[in-house]
């Protein structure tokens, strides 16, 4: 069956890195997305892994070991902007997408 | 280029009752997905669109929603009768056939509260 593991809450601090987790299984992988979802808003996407290695877009990072059935998504030069839920969903072959239940990070002054 | 149209955004009703969401996708967007978000939690998959056809809605509770794109463009989502725990954020998602990543793109969606 499919399951998504990513931590509940995380903090950091304005100006720092924060890394965030994400393990799966499935069925049939066909990739790895990451959605930002504010407070009260949609969520808009960030970032597409397909094959093994890191993509880099700016200030955030998203990495994907499919051996390992693990990514993670990585935030340099924290704003208090980046407060909000990072979802990692997995899409299964026939592009069924499968959505984790969020990591919520708090950036503190 | 126009995002993801959804109307209306917010609903309060009482259980029993029927309710109605209305999406319209981006221009072009052969794909179209509605999705249920329970607070605190990430968004569950109610039914996938392929143009006019169903591609997935093995999530969706037949028994009180239903779902129809008829002209393979916008699309409505129903429930009836609503019961307590269908208080949720009622997502709608589109994404182009064929491009190699098929990002969706979400509208703003239509909070339910059910009473």
């Known amino acids: 069956g499919q399951n998504i593991d990513q931590p509940t809450e995380m903090t950091a601090t304005e100006g720092a890195i924060v890394q965030i987790n994400c393990t799966y299984q499935?069925?049939?992988?066909?990739?790895l997305f990451w959605y930002q979802q504010h407070a009260g808003e949609a969520p808009t996407f960030l970032s597409y892994?397909?094959?093994?290695g890191l993509e880099e877009k700016g200030r955030f990072s998203s990495f994907l070991s499919r051996s390992k059935g693990y990514s993670y998504l990585l935030l340099k030069e924290l704003q208090m902007k980046d407060s909000a839920s990072y979802l990692c969903?997995?899409?299964?072959?026939?592009?069924?997408?499968?959505f984790g239940a969020g990591t919520r990070l708090f950036v503190k002054a | 280029e126009a995002g993801v149209a959804q109307s209306p955004r917010y609903k309060i009703i009482e259980k029993r009752q029927s309710v109605a969401f209305w999406c319209n996708p981006i221009?072009?967007?052969?794909?179209l997905y509605w999705y249920q978000q329970i607070l605190g939690q990430g968004p569950k998959l109610l039914i996938q669109?392929?143009?006019?056809?169903?591609?997935?809605d093995s999530q969706l509770p037949k028994d009180r929603f239903s779902a129809e794109r008829l002209k393979g463009v916008d699309s409505t989502l129903k429930i009836q009768p609503a019961k307590l725990e269908d208080s949720a954020v009622y997502l709608c998602?589109?994404?182009?056939?064929?491009?190699?990543?098929?990002?969706?793109?979400f509208g703003p969606g239509t909070r339910l509260t059910v009473l």
């Open positions: 998602a589109s994404s182009f056939w064929g491009e190699s990543t098929d990002t969706q793109y």
């Open positions: 499935t069925s049939g992988f066909n990739g």
């Open positions: 892994n397909v094959l093994d």
């Open positions: 969903a997995v899409r299964e072959r026939g592009f069924k997408t499968i």
């Open positions: 221009s072009g967007h052969a794909t």
């Open positions: 669109f392929q143009n006019n056809g169903v591609v997935d």
